[in-house]
């Protein structure tokens, strides 16, 4: 089974300055990796997904994140954050899973971006 | 755009009750998942469907069970609520990837 590591769950920054969210994962064939982000009392939107082709994803709103499947990481970041960017981000990997009938999201622990003023 | 709909977002239910969590999805997706989220646990899949009448559990199903009569609809059931239930409960679908998620229904067992 897949394991997501989010080492940090509390990340606290300025506004405009960058950020960077960990993530990595256990090594797999076929994964596809996800990044969801949860604003309070609300449910998961997806922000950027990595399925195949180009190593480097983005969103519309100036997240990245990077594949690098020597280190089995996917690293969110953005050079400038703003106050709205506070929510928790949840790393998430899909595979076959153990039974091979439908592909099954695994998800990190989650990181809480709070973006001070 | 997809629509996920969780009928409740917030129940508050009395220990051994019987519980229904509904969810309703709008694009003919095949696959639909019921995670629970829990603060520094992140989510974690209970059961999910691939298709009508078929289901499998995730890596926590004690205490829980399923049904899916109809491609758009699965429901979370909670045979004897108890505490250690209490929880914010995610629905997904998915035909492919990615999965999309409702709402959440926030459940308070006391």
């Known amino acids: 089974a897949q394991s997501v590591t989010q080492l940090d769950s509390q990340v606290p920054v300025f506004e405009e300055a960058p950020v960077e969210l960990r993530c990595n994962y256990s090594s797999s064939v076929s994964v596809y990796l996800f990044w969801y982000v949860q604003y309070p009392n609300q449910g998961l939107q997806l922000l950027l997904k990595?399925?195949?082709?180009?190593?480097l994803v983005e969103s519309i709103n100036g997240f990245e994140a990077e594949f690098n499947k020597s280190q089995t990481s996917f690293h969110l970041r953005k050079p400038s954050v703003h106050i709205s960017d506070t929510a928790e981000y949840f790393c998430a990997v899909s595979d076959w899973g153990s039974s091979g009938s439908a592909r099954q999201l695994t998800f990190g622990s989650g990181t809480q971006l709070t973006v001070l003023p | 755009d997809v629509k996920v709909t969780q009928s409740s977002r917030y129940l508050v239910k009395r220990t051994g009750e019987k519980v229904f969590l509904e969810c309703v999805q709008d694009?003919?997706?095949?696959?639909m998942f019921w995670y629970r989220q829990d603060p520094g646990l992140g989510l974690r899949l209970i059961y999910f469907?691939?298709?009508?009448?078929?289901?499998e559990k995730g890596d926590i199903p004690e205490g829980y069970s399923v049904s899916r009569e109809k491609k758009e609809r699965f429901s979370l059931i909670l045979e004897s609520a108890s505490t250690n239930q209490t929880s914010m409960y995610l629905c997904?679908?998915?035909?492919?990837?990615?999965?999309?998620f409702g709402q959440g229904t926030r459940l308070t067992v006391v």
């Open positions: 997904a679908s998915s035909l492919t990837d990615p999965a999309f």
């Open positions: 694009m003919d997706h095949e696959n």
């Open positions: 990595y399925l195949s082709g180009s190593t």
């Open positions: 469907s691939y298709d009508v009448k078929m289901k």
